[in-house]
């Protein structure tokens, strides 16, 4: 066996290959495999869904093993991993979760033996590696309150299904300790996914976290949502992304590409978004993908009502080509598992979502070795779950016959070497796992030579070079390196390169300066984020070179941006902003003013909050044109304020201030200096640029009086609508039984112009908007069409207390001056809230004043709203309803 061995002899080579000489940007793009992996060219699902005669689909496991299922996870070996959550997503009593393990020995589709792996409450995530299960789960404490979220990894050396002891933490703390005390886990922390690249992602929700602690003792806050990453060991925990709202899971392909479907459906006119992840990137929620969409990365589309739950990148070829290669995305709020089918648009992505299955409200899925996805179901547990639901279903392509998982326990180094060819993902990454647990260095050159080998497809020498880059860290700079010379494998070669930054100590900052004009967008991408986890200022000029696009502008004044609308052109620029803000080059930013580099360095320069920065932006400003001018007063004004330090004693709600630019910003050392600068500048000009000052004051929340305002007065509240007479009429629907109901509006079609007055008459606008536009109320209607079946709108209004909207459960606050209010919670900010009553009397509240938030287990709404109503009545308003999409 030839042994791959490093020396002085290779530092001696890798300074040979720093020079700048040797690292020339590439002229020639090779993008061919890499386009066809992903293969658009699939037929239309988009309306018939599934196609049946190509799946055995069959049950696997009930409510009697798995009731209300929160995730799921199947080891490579075919053992599947179910999460079992009775608190559920409001639920706050202890003691009702737990993992189960559910065996399949001979294949043949019927569940052999389950055992109970290890008891865990609000199992939120689960990964099956090895003998070893991480979870990510809710710790109580002993007086049966939540503590926070814990990411663990148990131990089964054993393999009896049952967990050796109690679990190891790998970061404590990754939640928020207040809300889940006061809501539970409905905006928590969600669902972990491991990569080709060794890391363990997880899909943070927007409670965000407070002083998370890795495993190294490292600590580290976020305020709202997005991806964390963190090594198998509970080392060198990092943020990924940022500014997502209700992402419950991440979708991963072969080359790193990360996609969510946000769960972002709790009114107010929050769509799910299907995003495609970019590392570094920010995505804005909440404070600043309404106002501020110019500075955030897009999600690739909005598509609507709903509620994004499990995600999985398929890549098996034994499925039909129609579906493999494809983030898998599920969706609790419309009970189906949808198909993205991505293609690449330069250094991004496009897509086209497609049905694919229907399950009532499917939460999770997860593939194994041998081409087998298991598939979990809510199935109507609830909010805080329910005994008699639930459940897991086996899908399988119809033209595959299972074969056993290769031994990968048993396996010699060499063996799993040669498992990184195999073509399913699954394989190749437990395969990974296996080999760097033996810490088998000694096949280091075995591996890099599958990374060389041109005649494999990409997929596996990407697998080969993140084997190697994990096998070997800084030792392998050289080989990376020279790997990073073929077109092909630049892209990844550079990721690797600067992976992980305990092993950047010998990585040559020259080959990602060169790459950053490379052909290829992909390539500059990875360039550029490797940059800023180098940290070397001596890539502050070729970033500084990164073209901004015209699309880059600030959406018209109070005009909500595109943040879901694809836009590639303006993927590089905002990563080499994120790249300069880490870098830190004060000086030559401020120097690049008056240059054609001007609009990238004004751009870093907003989240650069230093009184070196101020001052040479005030003396810049006499030297511009007139339009840089504007531009440097607009970054004065962002940086006016800043973000305060998140102690996670708050949250913002369901219903957060989307204004922005910051969610509760606070002044710094040099905001006096801005502020006297800004003043001065309003004073000097012309009455025709008043309103600039005064949209400048109003966009960013400056607060500085001298520069006036564009804002108007509150317009006066809503006519009131008595809602006890509506409920104490009687008509057909009120002399009926629920089930009679159901049945008899289900064979009448109705009308939705008649149900459109029906919404007015009946009381309904006094909890509900359907537009956008209009002012905040209770549950949002305009999406109710694409959430709930016919069936289940009924329910909802016949029964308001049977399945309470999250977000919009009746609040009763009690102030300190001894006042009370009671209703839906429709506005809130870091220091103040508004709360309307069920009359449509919205108050204003300052959120200090607050002695207690209780929310009700009762809905606001009043039962027999509808009481008066014929079936053919209620058939219209339901109609009208389910047109609302």
């Not at 905002?574 to 401020?590: G, Q, R, S, T, Y």
């Not at 606008?765 to 359907?770: D, F, G, K, P, R």
Request: negative net charge; proline residues 5%; contains cysteine.
């Amino acid at each position: 066996m030839t042994q791959f061995k490093f020396s002085v002899f290779s530092l001696f080579v890798l300074i040979a290959l720093g020079s700048c000489s040797k690292f020339s940007p590439s002229k020639t793009v090779d993008l061919q495999e890499l386009t066809d992996f992903y293969h658009p060219a699939g037929p239309d699902f988009s309306q018939s869904g599934i196609d049946s005669t190509q799946f055995i689909i069959s049950n696997f496991a009930g409510p009697d093993l798995v009731p209300s299922p929160s995730c799921l996870a199947v080891a490579a070996t075919g053992e599947v991993f179910v999460g079992v959550d009775m608190i559920g997503s409001l639920g706050k009593t202890p003691g009702k979760g737990r993992i189960v393990r559910l065996v399949d020995q001979d294949q043949n589709g019927e569940m052999d033996s389950h055992t109970v792996f290890a008891e865990v409450d609000n199992p939120r995530g689960i990964i099956a590696m090895g003998d070893k299960v991480y979870v990510l789960h809710t710790v109580f404490g002993s007086d049966s309150l939540a503590y926070n979220m814990d990411l663990v990894v148990f131990e089964d050396k054993n393999g009896d299904g049952i967990a050796d002891g109690p679990s190891q933490p790998l970061i404590k703390n990754i939640s928020n300790q207040n809300s889940l005390r006061s809501r539970g886990t409905d905006h928590s922390t969600n669902g972990i996914r491991m990569g080709i690249d060794g890391w363990i992602y997880i899909a943070v929700g927007d409670f965000g976290f407070f002083e998370a602690e890795d495993r190294s003792g490292k600590k580290m806050t976020m305020l709202g949502g997005g991806i964390v990453r963190v090594r198998p060991d509970g080392t060198e925990m990092e943020v990924y992304a940022h500014g997502t709202r209700n992402i419950y899971d991440v979708a991963i392909d072969p080359f790193m590409n990360i996609f969510t479907r946000g769960n972002t459906n709790d009114g107010g006119g929050w769509n799910v978004r299907f995003i495609a992840y970019h590392q570094t990137g920010e995505y804005g929620y909440p404070s600043l993908f309404k106002n501020f969409t110019e500075e955030i990365l897009p999600a690739l589309v909005d598509v609507g009502g709903g509620s994004g739950t499990g995600s999985y990148f398929l890549d098996d070829p034994r499925w039909p080509v129609d579906y493999n290669h494809t983030p898998l995305m599920a969706d609790w709020g419309k009970s189906e598992l949808f198909v993205h089918r991505v293609n690449i648009e330069g250094p991004g992505f496009q897509q086209q979502e497609e049905h694919f299955l229907k399950l009532s409200q499917i939460t999770d899925l997860d593939l194994d070795a041998s081409g087998i996805l298991y598939l979990s179901a809510w199935d109507g547990a609830g909010y805080r779950g329910n005994p008699d639901k639930g459940y897991v279903i086996r899908m399988i392509p119809k033209d595959l016959s299972p074969e056993p998982s290769p031994n990968f326990k048993n396996a010699s180094p060499l063996e799993l070497v040669q498992l990184l060819k195999t073509s399913n993902a699954v394989t190749r990454l437990a395969a990974q796992q296996e080999l760097l647990h033996r810490e088998a260095k000694e096949v280091s050159a075995e591996v890099l030579h599958l990374a060389e080998d041109s005649s494999l497809p990409l997929q596996n020498r990407v697998a080969a070079v993140y084997t190697f880059a994990q096998l070997t860290c800084a030792d392998g700079v050289p080989a990376l390196v020279k790997l990073s010379r073929e077109d092909k494998m630049r892209e990844f070669a550079l990721r690797a390169l600067a992976d992980r930054k305990s092993c950047l100590a010998q990585v040559p900052v020259e080959a990602f300066i060169a790459a950053t004009q490379d052909a290829n967008p992909r390539v500059q991408a990875a360039a550029i984020v490797g940059l800023g986890r180098i940290g070397d200022p001596k890539a502050t000029q070729s970033l500084l070179k990164i073209k901004v696009p015209e699309s880059f502008q600030s959406p018209a004044y109070q005009t909500e941006g595109p943040h879901a609308t694809p836009n590639s052109e303006i993927i590089l620029p905002h990563l080499a902003v994120k790249a300069l803000v880490e870098i830190n080059p004060v000086e030559e930013l401020i120097e690049a003013i008056g240059t054609e580099q001007a609009k990238l360095a004004l751009w870093a320069l907003r989240y650069i909050h230093d009184v070196k920065a101020v001052d040479g932006l005030i003396a810049a400003f006499p030297k511009s044109n007139p339009e840089t001018q504007k531009d440097i007063l607009f970054t004065l004004a962002r940086t006016f304020q800043r973000e305060a330090p998140y102690d996670a004693s708050w949250w913002w709600g369901t219903r957060p201030d989307t204004h922005g630019p910051y969610y509760k910003g606070e002044e710094w050392e040099g905001s006096a200096k801005i502020k006297e600068f800004l003043v001065a500048q309003q004073s000097h000009q012309g009455a025709e640029f008043q309103s600039f000052f005064a949209e400048l004051n109003d966009r960013n929340r400056l607060g500085i009086g001298e520069l006036g305002t564009t804002l108007l007065a509150e317009g006066e509240e809503e006519e009131k609508v008595d809602l006890e007479s509506i409920k104490n009429k009687k008509g057909q629907v009120g002399n009926s039984s629920i089930e009679d109901v159901i049945l008899g509006v289900a064979e009448i079609k109705g009308d939705p112009v008649k149900g459109k007055a029906l919404f007015v008459s009946q009381g309904c606008l006094a909890c509900h908007t359907v537009e956008k536009g209009q002012p905040m109320k209770g549950p949002f209607m305009g999406q109710i069409g694409s959430i709930m079946s016919r069936d289940q709108i009924v329910e909802s209004i016949l029964k308001p207390n049977a399945s309470i909207s999250q977000g919009f459960a009746t609040v009763l606050l009690e102030t300190k001056d001894g006042k009370s209010f009671t209703g839906f919670v429709t506005a809130e900010s870091a220091d103040k809230l508004t709360i309307r009553d069920i009359g449509g009397t919205a108050t204003n509240l300052v959120k200090s004043n607050i002695k207690s938030r209780k929310q009700l287990e009762t809905s606001m709404m009043p039962a027999g709203l509808a009481n008066s109503l014929s079936f053919e009545e209620l058939a219209s308003l339901v109609s009208y309803l389910q047109q609302q999409k």
